[in-house]
């Protein structure tokens, strides 16, 4: 670490926060697209994995289905996703996993 602002992050050398769920920098291999496209899966991957997590919580009665949702949604809002993804897809995701929590 060569200042005092670097914090050793698993698996990163450079020390600098990666607050994008993943997006992929222009300077990495491949075209804007193939990255944004690499980027976005990769967020709406991390989204499932958060909404199979809070099915969890609900399931065990830690938090309400109701409170769960609006906190899921309004997670992919304020990172951005709705914007990327779209409503729809957001929208997709939580409900297939709230029916496969549900089973």
Known sequence: MNSKNETPLAGGASG???????????????SSHENQQRAL???LAIFERHCRQMVER?????VTFISA??????AA????????AGDDRV?????????RGRR
């Open 41 to 43: 899966a990769r967020q």
């Open 58 to 62: 609900v399931a065990n009665g830690s």
């Open 77 to 84: 809002t304020f990172t951005g996703l709705v914007d990327v």
């Open 16 to 30: 600098e926060r990666d607050l994008t769920c993943g997006a992929i920098s222009p300077a990495n291999s491949g």
């Open 69 to 74: 949702v609006d906190v899921l949604y309004d």
């Open 91 to 99: 929208q997709e995701i939580l409900s297939a996993a709230f029916m």
